[in-house]
């Protein structure tokens, strides 16, 4: 018979971001797999984030919103109370679980997933360094953090495969919406990190002289207004908007294509791979870790339409090239599990607090 969790260590996560992107699914893939290990654990979120409807209900997991003061650290001291130890997921509560620490040694794990501007500032720096661990996502990120706070601790852990589901039906539907067309499928968030704005030009180039080819953005942001601005009377181009369903839009593509300008590492791109999608990205940080060039996709340089006109060309071309790259990439993405992901963080865990050693349920 397995222990009630009751009583063990509080596991206290916190992810104060509004919406709900590739760290967000990180994090609620972590948190429900730990959830099948038996460990007490809280959840420190900002009100109405979609992180918190997508969690509810799940066992041994208290929900706490921060309201209004999201991200404040008098809130966020309150909130972390009873942990004994602290997951920051991202950079808004990293500051407050760091003074948590100061003034009651928890120890806490930060999780890094952006590459933005370094590290700067003495106290931001001891943030960093204070922690247990901080967790890259990639080699990549993990370099950079290494030159931008000497001595920290550091340690790589790759994001997980989603799994995402499909339904067969809502997958006929849509090639059926755009028939005996070539899909090349783009899935992130319409942010102008992340390049669309190229696909676009390129999806203008090729209107006449690949009538064959159709691509389709998938999401929704910042940039939406902007990217739809951009590929006002196109005729091979669709937009989305924020989708639940992402998985029957990857199961009908038939090429991903992800230009971004900066990625950690790029989860989406496992995703595209599990289902057996060769790939177009960018060469930057943590996406050649992901993208082997010629395996399973090609890698081009940043904004550089002219290369991502090319490839996309190339592969249209070569549905045999299309294939072996397709099934190379879910070889390759199918070691990416989620069982994989808890039981390192398991391990990162206990060696930060040696009581979650002892948290795996016992008979």
């Not at 370094?118 to 990120?141: L, Q």
Request: hydrophobic share 40%.
């Amino acid at each position: 018979m397995s222990t009630s969790p009751r009583g063990k260590p509080l596991l206290c996560h916190v992810n104060l971001s509004r919406g709900f992107r590739g760290g967000e699914r990180q994090t609620e893939l972590l948190v429900r797999g730990l959830s099948g290990h038996e460990i007490r654990q809280k959840l420190i979120i900002r009100a109405g984030a979609p992180l918190a409807q997508r969690l509810a209900g799940l066992p041994d997991l208290q929900l706490v919103e921060a309201g209004g003061l999201a991200g404040g650290l008098l809130a966020t001291q309150r909130l972390l109370r009873g942990a004994a130890l602290i997951h920051s997921h991202e950079g808004r509560g990293l500051h407050a679980c760091a003074l948590y620490h100061r003034l009651h040694r928890v120890p806490y794990i930060a999780t890094r997933r952006v590459v933005g501007r370094p590290i700067r500032g003495r106290w931001t720096r001891s943030v960093y360094r204070r922690a247990a661990t901080v967790v890259a996502i990639s080699a990549a990120v993990e370099k950079i953090l290494q030159g931008d706070v000497p001595a920290i601790r550091t340690r790589v852990l790759y994001d997980a495969l989603n799994r995402l589901p499909c339904d067969p039906n809502r997958v006929r539907q849509l090639k059926q919406a755009w028939p005996e067309k070539l899909l090349v499928g783009n899935v992130a968030a319409l942010d102008a990190k992340k390049g669309q704005v190229h696909l676009i030009n390129v999806a203008r180039r090729l209107q006449h002289s690949h009538p064959n080819l159709h691509f389709v953005l998938v999401g929704g942001g910042e940039d939406e207004e902007n990217c739809r601005r951009q590929a006002q009377g196109l005729n091979n181009l669709s937009m989305t908007g924020f989708v639940d369903n992402v998985g029957d839009y990857l199961a009908a593509f038939d090429l991903f294509v992800f230009p971004t300008y900066a990625e950690g590492l790029g989860s989406s791109l496992l995703d595209a791979m599990s289902f057996s999608l060769p790939l177009i990205a960018s060469r930057v940080v943590g996406i050649p870790e992901l993208v082997r060039h010629g395996d399973n996709g090609l890698l081009i340089g940043v904004a550089d339409e002219t290369a991502l006109h090319d490839a996309i060309v190339s592969l249209a071309g070569d549905p045999t090239g299309r294939a072996a790259m397709g099934e190379a990439g879910k070889r390759f993405a199918d070691g990416f599990t989620v069982d994989r992901m808890v039981g390192q963080y398991l391990d990162l865990y206990s060696s930060a607090y040696p009581g979650f050693g002892k948290l795996e349920a016992q008979t």
